[in-house]
């Protein structure tokens, strides 16, 4: 296990040092977007379209501009007279800020109405007249191919059909000859539906043009303002919104999962708003609207995966038809449309695959969010550890026993996948073994045999996933453009206090304490004399914020980067404070001393006092550095999860009985805060699982647009959980670390689904789309007695 | 719109104003009184992050109408304990990793004082019931599930030292 190098005072890394950002929230004084409070702001709500395809005949505010305290109702041909009207997606589709003659999803935002409160513009809203003709929606994708399906981007040039991308990775031609020579093939076509990240606090901003200095202050839910600061001046530039104009502050996050990384119509009229009105304009979705706008996943994975009849496997292959909505508004790096899906040959070793995607529009929101996986993880994951839990059942074999045969090797790695990842490292025989010895496997599997014996239905489902996170290497990650580097500057003050700023931007994760050890690590400043702060464009060195388990890897190992620029700097002025030689002069923890003679030191303090006082003759004076880091890699943690659960025959009820999930997330820097990272992706993994999943009807409803039907855990729902680790550094990282707060999210689902699959085994069901809830367990299981 | 005179006392305070009659509780306190301790996070009674104490009843602020507090005494999450303290929740939460992104979390407080005022040594199931109408999507619950536990104790060891 990890050995703490620094006391429990100094709180480096592999202390479970209680958390510096807690008090103002235990306390009420948190500041999030919507407690942003302005002179003279004004609110804004939009209407939403109730149709999913229609004609805009005509819009008519003369009602709502005649209540009193409304002052402009805003629509897509006011936005056009800017060019303002469209915006480009994160993935270079185009997005719609306001309608000009159709809508193409049921809420899509229509217009915006602006008032002195947010009672008077709900008024405003509801007296808007807006005249639909209403087109038959496709919501289908399947559909959106056929030849007689409607054209639903006529606005894009060059577009013949609902076709977006085609996308493929690896060796076709022997993938496809290895699974027709094998002894055995599992298909399955499995389906990842539409979910939504469901945060507590939805999105919103609050925006502030000040006419006379021309500067835009906005306070935004962005889990990435800087790069939303240069989307921004991108598009905006043309009407005098200039990069040095904008200051972007993002303050607290309440949650943000994917969902507040990218830039939504709302957050643009508004800022539209208060740069024509000169006033500070507010707007907060409420639930209904934060549910039924942006999704993640919504892939249809057709797979195939072949093996030897001893279960050693040769090729796996899987074709995706991949839902996008009305436009692709995927979060993901601009060389990769599907994100990281070609990490989808998991744990295991074997030469062939292929995977390809075919992306389609639809009359749906757009979105693919990339909810907690670093882009769409989530499904390649599922995907693969279905399937070879398909591959067990089918051959009979233990599903743990065929990992096992199947898993990458400890000394395999760095490992070159088929698809092309090379994986820094990875003990998945040690993590797995953990994983069983903790839940007690061979238990269970007796438990398992005499409950069968008796009629009664167990499952117990595995999971051994692979991640990979940390985007990444410039040389292959950009959004728009811009490298996805992250970077940190740390300045210690003259008593050896000291503040940090970031790149990044915590929604949850802790990194005002997190950061603050990695600092405290690498330089013996305990971690309370560290001040950590994000989010501010106007303060912060630039990043690509926080999402994809990207934060210790990038942003963390910049500032272990920093601290080493700053004890190399510290040597040199140790040195003249001791009048010795630099070559004599060495480091342990918090002190430089003299080589051999150890009483002779100075500590970090003394040495941050001397950088702006008795610095050696023709130093540069002070005690601070920036960094911004490129990673050589990405880093891919791994985990083994095991899910024991007992289905009701006649109900079809599901209990999760054990949940036992062991993560290798490399070295740990609070395992406090791992652990509870770990707990709470595990409740999102149990989520979609068994909870959730927006569901439409055929005209592109939305038929649970609130909580009150989109099913989000409650404590009742979420099992006890249990966690624990394996620990295999990553090689490349200056610390060692991983990242960890996605693995659980992608994890969970397949083990969860194994284990309700295989406790249905008996009755002869072989596969279930998630979520499986009590309904569809139960339909399956009055099919299969019907068939039987 | 019609508008009324309310009175009622806050944290401790007496507060008069004159309200419309569709005002929010949550909106009274959030932006009249400027006290955002008090969290919106839905808008069909689901999420819980707009709970406060009514006449020490936990009650989801979002679903009350200003008028209607008229004459009550009311708690929210700014006035739970003295400036610079914590109270037992407040420590719990903190020593054991109960919140993450802070949002639920003072709903989630506030409901929990109730749940210990009428159960005051709960079982695991019975907090998990306990708090089922407050959702909290960073934690797994878990430790928050641990915090009120931990809460019960400290706070059965102060009643105890108070008898």
Known sequence: ?788 | MAKHTVTMTINGESVTAEVDSRLLLVHFIRENLDMTGTHIGCDTSSCGACTILIDGKSVKSCTYLAVRADGANITTIEGIAADGTNHPLQQAFHDQHGLHCGFCTPGMIMRAIDLLETNPNPTEEEIRWGISGNLCRCTGYNNIVKSVQQAAKEMAKEKEATV
Request: glycine residues 8%; contains cysteine.
């Open chain 1, 1 to 788: 296990m990890f050995s703490c190098k620094t006391s429990p005072e100094v709180g480096g890394m592999g202390h479970s040092v209680k958390r510096k950002e807690d008090a103002r929230f235990l306390h009420g004084k948190g500041n999030y977007t919507d407690d942003v409070k302005l002179p003279g702001m004004l609110s804004m709500v939009m209407v939403r379209s109730p149709y999913a395809y229609a004609k805009i005949k005509s819009i008519n505010k003369e009602k709502a501009l005649a209540i009193d305290g409304v002052l402009a109702v805003i629509t897509g041909e006011d936005l056009a007279q800017y060019n303002l009207h469209w915006m480009p997606t994160l993935l270079s589709d185009t997005q719609m800020v306001l309608p000009t003659d159709t809508v193409m999803h049921q809420s899509q935002e229509v217009c915006a109405v602006i008032a002195t409160d947010r009672y008077i513009a709900v008024d405003g809203a509801e007296a808007v007249d807006v005249q639909y003709e209403p087109m038959q929606a496709i919501v289908d994708p399947f559909k959106a191919l056929d030849d007689d399906a409607p054209l639903l981007r006529p606005d894009k040039e060059g577009q013949k059909d609902n076709h977006i991308y085609h996308w493929e990775r690896g060796d076709k031609a022997k993938t496809e000859a290895a699974i027709a020579a094998a002894d055995v093939v599992v298909k399955e076509r499995i389906h990842l539906p539409r979910i939504h990240v469901a945060s507590i606090e939805t999105c919103g901003v609050v925006a502030s043009y000040d006419k006379d200095t021309e500067k835009m202050l906005i306070y935004l839910t962005s889990q990435a303002p800087h790069a939303i600061r240069t989307i921004l001046a991108l598009v905006a530039g043309h009407v005098g919104l200039s990069e040095e104009k904008i200051r972007i502050i993002a303050p607290d996050i309440g949650g943000g999962f994917g969902g507040k990384v990218p830039v939504y119509p709302g957050y643009v009229v508004a800022i539209a708003a208060s740069f024509l009105i000169g006033k500070p304009v507010k707007w907060i979705e409420d639930r209904s609207e934060n549910l039924v706008n942006g999704f993640a996943r919504d892939y249809h994975m057709d797979c195939e995966l072949a093996a030897t009849k001893d279960g050693k496997i040769q090729a796996f292959k899987v074709s995706t038809l991949a839902d996008h909505g009305y436009t692709d508004s995927s979060a993901n790096p601009s060389k990769y449309p599907t994100g990281m899906f070609s990490i989808c040959t998991g744990s295991y070793d074997y030469e062939h695959a292929f995977a390809e995607l075919d992306a389609v529009y639809t009359n749906k929101a757009p979105g693919g969010v990339a909810y907690r996986c670093s882009f769409r993880v989530t499904e390649a994951v599922h995907a693969i550890e279905r399937m070879v839990d398909k591959l067990a059942a089918e051959l009979q074999m233990d599903p743990a026993e065929i990992r096992f045969k199947n898993f990458i090797k400890k000394d395999q790695f760095p490992y070159a996948s088929p698809l092309g990842w090379s994986y820094d490292s990875g003990d998945y025989d040690a993590t797995l073994k953990k994983a069983m010895e903790m839940v007690g496997y061979d238990d269970y599997k007796k438990e398992q045999a005499e409950k069968r014996a008796q009629g009664k239905l167990m499952g117990i489902g595995l999971c051994t996933f692979t991640e990979v996170v940390g985007a990444g290497p410039s040389k292959d990650f950009d959004i728009l453009g811009i490298a996805m580097f992250d970077s940190a500057e740390i300045r210690v003050h003259p008593t050896g206090k000291a503040m940090a700023r970031f790149g990044t931007k915590s929604q949850g994760q802790g990194h005002e304490t997190t950061y603050a050890q990695i600092l405290a690590e690498e330089l013996g400043i305990p971690y309370t004399d560290i001040e950590i702060e994000e989010g501010d464009t106007d303060t912060a060195p630039y990043g690509l914020g926080t999402y994809a388990s990207r934060s210790t890897p990038t942003a963390g190992a910049a500032a272990a980067i920093a601290a080493r620029k700053l004890k190399d700097k510290g040597k040199k002025i140790a040195a003249h404070l001791l009048e010795v030689s630099e070559e004599d002069i060495e480091w342990e923890v918090g002190k430089y001393f003299v080589k051999g003679a150890p009483e002779k030191s100075k500590t970090i303090q003394d040495v941050a006092f001397a950088a702006y006082t008795n610095f050696p003759p023709g130093m540069e004076p002070g005690f601070e550095a920036t960094h911004y880091y490129d990673p050589p890699n990405l880093t891919f943690p791994n985990g083994a999860y095991i899910c024991v659960v007992e289905v009701d025959e006649e109900t079809g009820a599901i209990d999760v009985k054990r949940f036992v999930a062991i993560d290798d997330c490399g070295n740990i820097i609070n395992p406090m805060i791992v652990e509870g990272q770990v707990h709470g992706g595990l409740t999102q993994g149990i989520a979609p699982a068994m909870y959730e999943g927006i569901e439409y009807d055929d005209e592109g409803n939305v038929l649970n647009g609130t909580l009150m039907d989109y099913l989000v855990p409650t404590a009742v729902e979420s099992p006890h959980w249990e966690t624990g680790h394996t620990i295999t550094p990553s090689p490349h990282h200056p610390l060692g670390a991983k990242g960890v707060a996605e693995s659980p999210t992608v994890g969970a689902p397949p083990a969860i689904a194994n284990a309700i699959i295989d406790a249905l085994y008996p009755l002869g069901i072989k596969h279930l789309d998630i979520p499986i809830t009590p309904a569809k367990v139960w339909e399956a299981i009055q099919e299969a007695k019907a068939k039987a």
